[in-house]
């Protein structure tokens, strides 16, 4: 059987990666990322179990690792395509890590003595990791990775902590980019998405006030593996947040951005009003909506329970604007579509349920692959045969095609491997 290449490590390219290996059939799993996992590994649970999300992922990524039919090339990104179905030629640029995986044991002592601190984006900012770092505990491959942009050695030829502290000689600031072509009867894309910056919408503070944060700003603060170990606290004070307004709808359903609905917002923030509540039997939760979404199996259930058996209240409502008082309480003003009067409402926290959105790179690739985009700028498939793209012999699955949850991403990886296998058979 000849060879499939999956673009993208998050859990739809995992699960299409390992549906393929099962076959027999070789995959090549490119991630731009040093870490397989994606967005999905940022999560603290996932509904409507609230099952540990790194529980799920976490194997699924060990035995991507370990599975003979699968090459793992993290850190690198497809650069170039040729041929056509059957018989695709791809150049993937391999990105130097400066840290020879084969001897590198991940055992952080590297990491301890490195005296650069830089903001950590897989925490959202909230907190800072050094120069040298393993993205999460959990990493797939368990390897360092060395940011070169901050790194006082690559950038000034001084420092070199991590070389002398290291015993197993792992690190190599001589390593270069490579190229390296592989040969594949299909692809399936799953690059994922990134989200719409709520700061572009300056009626609701963000980066103004200390207190006003995004979905997944909250989410690494609820996980227990978080900047704060699972402590809801604000960041102005420290304080503990007992009162916390979720405001949905941020840059999507508005012409002025996203005309689109991103389907998972109105459960995620229903998610995290329960966690809350988990963590702290004080909080109170309030979320402000225009319409509900919770289309999915045992989701109206889990909205019912988070009613009634943790108290979220639910707001029907259009929220215009948040000030703060001279505590950095947020005021949430909004109009009641009940009453059709304006209101007012303090909170500790304001949480915004920001708009999904193709990752910046989507265009480039797409381009690169020779496939289309839509009109939102996801990937752009055949709605009669949902995982085709516009060229023979590749497939979309996951959120580059569209909003999407964790159980639909998965089944349309699934779906993906089905059509990438039945070409290379």
Do not use: W
Request: hydrophobic content about 40%; charged content about 20%; glycine content about 8%.
């Amino acid at each position: 059987m000849k060879k499939v290449l999956v673009i993208g490590g998050g859990i739809a390219g995992i699960q299409a990666a390992l549906d393929l290996a099962e076959m027999g059939i070789q995959v090549h799993l490119v991630e731009r990322l040093p870490t397989i996992g994606g967005r999905m590994a940022q999560l603290d649970k996932t509904y409507p179990t609230n099952d540990c999300s790194t529980c799920i992922l976490a194997p699924k990524m060990a035995e991507c690792a370990r599975h003979p039919n699968i090459a793992l090339h993290t850190y690198s990104e497809v650069t170039a395509l040729e041929g056509d179905a059957g018989e695709f030629r791809a150049r993937v640029l391999h990105y130097p890590r400066y840290v020879d995986e084969t001897k590198c044991t991940g055992c952080g002592e590297c990491v301890a003595k490195c005296p650069i601190r830089v903001p950590d984006d897989f925490n959202m900012g909230l907190q800072q990791r050094k120069a040298i770092y393993m993205t999460f505990p959990q990493a797939v491959p368990q390897v360092m990775t060395i940011d070169a942009e901050h790194c006082r050695y690559l950038q000034q030829g001084k420092c070199g902590a991590c070389a002398r502290v290291c015993e197993a000689h792992a690190i190599d600031f001589e390593q270069t980019a490579q190229e390296q072509q592989i040969d594949a009867g299909a692809i399936i894309v799953a690059t994922g998405y990134d989200f719409f910056d709520p700061g572009e919408l300056s009626q609701f503070g963000y980066h103004q006030y200390p207190n006003v944060m995004t979905a997944l700003e909250i989410e690494r603060l609820i996980s227990a593996s978080g900047p704060t170990e699972g402590h809801l606290i604000r960041p102005s004070d420290g304080r503990p947040a007992r009162r916390i307004g979720f405001i949905q709808c941020v840059g999507s359903r508005d012409v002025r951005h996203q005309r689109f609905c991103s389907a998972v917002c109105c459960m995620h923030s229903s998610k995290q009003a329960v966690l809350a509540k988990e963590h702290d039997p004080q909080v109170e939760s309030f979320v402000f909506y225009t319409d509900f979404r919770a289309s999915g199996k045992g989701f109206r259930e889990y909205v019912a329970r988070a009613r009634e058996e943790y108290g979220v209240t639910y707001v029907r409502s259009r929220v215009a604007q948040i000030t703060e008082d001279d505590i950095h309480n947020p005021i949430i003003h909004y109009e009641d579509a009940e009453t059709s009067r304006p209101a007012q409402m303090a909170v500790d926290l304001a949480v915004l349920a920001t708009s999904l959105i193709p990752r910046p790179a989507t265009t480039s690739l797409a381009y690169l692959l020779g496939i289309e985009i839509d009109a939102y700028g996801f990937i752009k498939t055949d709605p009669f045969a949902p995982v085709d793209t516009t060229r023979p012999g590749i497939f979309a699955a996951g959120c580059c095609r569209g909003p999407f949850d964790i159980p639909e991403s998965v089944i349309q990886a699934s779906a993906a491997a089905a059509r990438a296998a039945a070409i290379n058979i």
